[in-house]
């Protein structure tokens, strides 16, 4: 039995390759002119995917993880496990490597301070499985996260059948469990699958799903092009309303939104990372800290570590909040998913400097701009507090 762990990450892992082109002039759209050459900087080789970006991070804040993963028995695949173990050497221990299988990869191309495009290739991930998270691991854990199902293929097939039964194997070990989704190719078989149906199916097993507002709305099929007050809590509601009691809905540079749900039952019965009865029936938001942005790969998942790592460690929500968002800055100032991200202690002492917040950047009827600090909404948007 492998030793225990206070959080099992587990999902899709990928090595990412970054080439530096955060100083090629002209719009990101010139990099694909035929026949055009473009001097760029060295490339940066960084374990990529949420397995890697989640787990490292909460390794990083100090909870004692294992990565649950699969890789070729490529160059590939050895690059991942070698880099994983430059972390920790630990942290390679759990990989599956899979004989004949290509290791998944991207090309993430992140030009200065636009958003970053992903080359995408699933390799191994498509064949992981519900089984390939063997119930010895769990044994232990107080909390299992699992990222992007949408470029694993087993889990998005059959209506989300593999899926729900990685979660109920989690929740019946007592586990509190979490979701992470990715984007998925629209013009692939994963962006032809009935999304909805399968959150119905999967989010009743889930005690917090934390999407981004722009993947969750593609897979609801709602047209959001700035997001509101009311399309937060809209949204929200209705991923409340099929069975998870926490929703994240992650915002890029406008924060992190949270609402929670009223059925303190619900709540208590979320494993053993469960929070208190007064997060029950609450609605927040985070805008992000101000900081020089080298690259933003990774960032929502090192935004989910710092939110589970706070939970875990039995911060109140709103202090969890301002850790997320707090990671999820860090992130962001050095290239790859991880290496910004500190250890526990050095970010308690970033946070206890002054730092300015980012304004938010979309109407928000009654909130209260000037504090730049953890904004509350809910059925009295007059209200604003730290």
Same mark, same amino acid.
């Given at each position: 039995?492998?030793?225990?762990?206070?959080?099992?990450?587990?999902?899709?892992?990928?090595?990412?390759?970054? #080439?530096?082109?955060?100083?090629?002039?002209g719009e990101p759209a010139a990099l694909w002119r035929p026949g055009s050459l473009h001097q760029i900087g060295p490339a940066v080789l960084a374990t990529g995917g949420a397995v890697s970006n989640t787990g490292i991070s909460l390794h990083r804040l100090g909870l004692r993880t294992r990565l649950l993963g699969r890789v070729g028995d490529d160059p590939m695949g050895a690059i991942v496990r070698d880099l994983l173990r430059q972390v920790d050497p630990a942290l390679g221990n759990s990989i599956i490597i899979s004989k004949g299988e290509s290791t998944s990869y991207s090309l993430v191309l992140s030009p200065g301070k636009?958003?970053?495009?992903?080359?995408?290739?699933?390799?191994?991930?498509?064949?992981?499985?519900?089984?390939?998270? #063997?119930?010895?691991?769990?044994?232990g854990a107080r909390l299992f996260h699992f990222g992007y199902p949408p470029n694993m293929r087993r889990f998005y097939s059959d209506g989300g059948a593999e899926l729900e039964s990685l979660f109920a194997k989690a929740k019946g070990h007592g586990l509190t469990t979490s979701l992470d989704m990715v984007q998925p190719?629209?013009?692939?078989?994963?962006?032809?699958?009935?999304?909805?149906?399968?959150?119905?199916?999967?989010? #009743?097993?889930?005690?917090?799903?934390?999407?981004?507002?722009?993947?969750?709305?593609?897979?609801l099929g709602h047209n959001v092009e700035q997001?509101?007050?009311i399309t937060l809590e809209k949204v929200a509601t209705e991923l409340l309303n099929m069975g998870c009691p926490m929703v994240g809905l992650k915002l890029g540079d406008q924060g992190l939104f949270l609402r929670t749900t009223t059925d303190r039952?619900?709540?208590?019965?979320?494993?053993?990372?469960?929070?208190?009865?007064?997060?029950?029936?609450?609605?927040?938001?985070?805008?992000?800290?101000?900081?020089?942005?080298?690259?933003t790969t990774g960032s929502g998942d090192s935004t989910i570590a710092g939110f589970l790592a706070a939970m875990l460690n039995g911060l109140s929500l709103d202090q969890s909040l301002t850790v997320a968002v707090a990671v999820g800055a860090c992130?962001?100032?050095? #290239?790859?998913?991880?290496?910004?991200v500190p250890t526990w202690g050095?970010?308690?002492?970033?946070?206890?400097?002054?730092?300015?917040r980012k304004p938010i950047g979309f109407p928000m009827p009654g909130w209260n701009r000037s504090k730049q600090r953890l904004l509350w909404i809910g059925p009295d948007d007059s209200k604003a507090r730290e």
């Open positions: 039995m492998p030793p225990q762990a206070d959080a099992i990450v587990a999902g899709h892992l990928c090595l990412d390759i970054i #080439p530096d082109i955060a100083h090629v002039s636009n958003d970053r495009l992903f080359l995408h290739h699933s390799g191994a991930n498509d064949t992981y499985t519900a089984d390939d998270v #063997p119930a010895d691991s769990l044994v190719d629209r013009r692939g078989d994963a962006g032809r699958v009935d999304w909805r149906a399968l959150l119905r199916r999967v989010l #009743p097993l889930v005690d917090l799903f934390m999407p981004s507002l722009d993947e969750i709305c593609f897979m997001p509101s007050a039952a619900r709540l208590a019965a979320a494993g053993r990372a469960a929070p208190g009865a007064d997060w029950a029936g609450r609605s927040l938001l985070a805008p992000c800290f101000e900081v020089n942005v080298a690259g992130c962001v100032e050095r #290239p790859d998913a991880t290496s910004g050095k970010l308690q002492h970033r946070l206890d400097q002054p730092w300015r």
